[in-house]
């Protein structure tokens, strides 16, 4: 099992090494519509150790700017110091503006939510509307993660009256029309920030599903608040929006959304490499892992 646990590391060290060695295309320059600056942001990536993804602190703030984003959120599941240690490394390298953020990861009851702009750990062991009041007494914002119908119970008058946002574009809207379809119902409740989130841990990229914001100040606390202000729009690939109306309309005037993925094109061999050699390698490290506790 030794020799497992260490070909697992090789190919996850290998995988980490290609994704940090991959090209990095020019950055687009910025666009200001309407006396607002536009970001890309993905509100909802997962990075290296813990929870079973590909890319290492360092590597996600490459990848986010390969894409085109000028903020993440590194939401840990009910942790935060990979987030602490993702925002510190991108400030490093001059990457996108990261922010601190936990996945509330709750079993009982049923919810994930996202805490943006975070400085302790929310307790999952709470209700949704326990924890957000926490985050909000921590200046942070509250996002429902890919709110599909089972996570609707926890969302009770209390939850939904202090919510701040919801996530209404995620992955699974492109792999399921019927969680898609749950998504925009939760949204719907109420008037709520629209969020579009990749929840990368593997497979595609950060950015697949992105958040357009429009902020008066490019910096943590004008993101912040432009989220409390429910200044966004989120494009799905069909062309659906959704999102502030007059963002909107603005944006749609000018011709200048969805923006453009300035890696659109793919990740490259040396991306293509790494993504390959870290899914290879967390397989191998669950699949002799599991083995090995029999």
């Known amino acids: 099992m030794r020799s497992a646990h260490g070909a697992s590391v090789l190919l996850l060290t290998l995988a980490i090494a290609a994704g940090t060695l991959a090209p990095q295309p020019a950055r687009l320059p910025p666009l200001f519509l309407g006396g607002y600056q536009v970001l890309s942001a993905d509100f909802h990536v997962h990075t290296f150790p813990l929870n079973w993804t590909t890319l290492a602190p360092w590597d996600i703030a490459l990848e ?45 009851p049923k919810y994930h939510l996202i805490a943006v702009g975070i400085s302790t750990t929310v307790s999952w062991k709470q209700t949704a509307a326990q924890a957000i009041a ?17 996570f609707w119970p926890a969302y009770d008058a209390a939850a939904m009256r202090d919510l701040d946002a919801a996530e209404v574009l995620h992955p699974d809207a492109y792999s399921s029309k019927r969680k898609y379809r749950q998504m925009q119902e939760f949204f719907a409740r109420k008037p709520l920030t629209a969020i579009g989130s990749s929840d990368f841990h593997a497979f595609q990229y950060p950015g697949y599903c992105r958040t357009l914001i429009f902020v008066r100040q490019n910096t943590e ?13 989120v494009v799905d690939r069909d062309g659906r929006s959704y999102g502030d109306p007059a963002l909107i309309r603005l944006a749609a005037q000018n011709g200048r959304l969805p923006l453009p993925d300035p890696a659109a094109s793919g990740p490259g061999w040396l991306g293509g490499l790494s993504r390959i050699l870290g899914i290879a390698g967390l397989l191998f490290a669950l699949v002799f892992g599991r083995a090995a506790t029999r």
């Not at 942790?79 to 490394?89: D, E, K, Y």
């Open 134 to 150: 926490d985050v909000h007494g921590q200046g942070g914002v509250a996002i429902a993660a890919h709110p599909e119908a089972s």
């Open 64 to 108: 986010a700017q390969k894409h085109g984003l000028d903020a993440i959120a590194i939401a840990g599941h009910n942790h935060l110091w990979v987030s602490q240690a993702g925002r510190w490394i991108s400030r490093a390298i001059g990457g996108p503006t990261v922010l601190v953020s936990e996945e509330v990861v709750s079993p009982d």
């Open 221 to 233: 606390s004008g993101i912040l608040e432009a989220l409390r202000q429910g200044h966004t729009v």
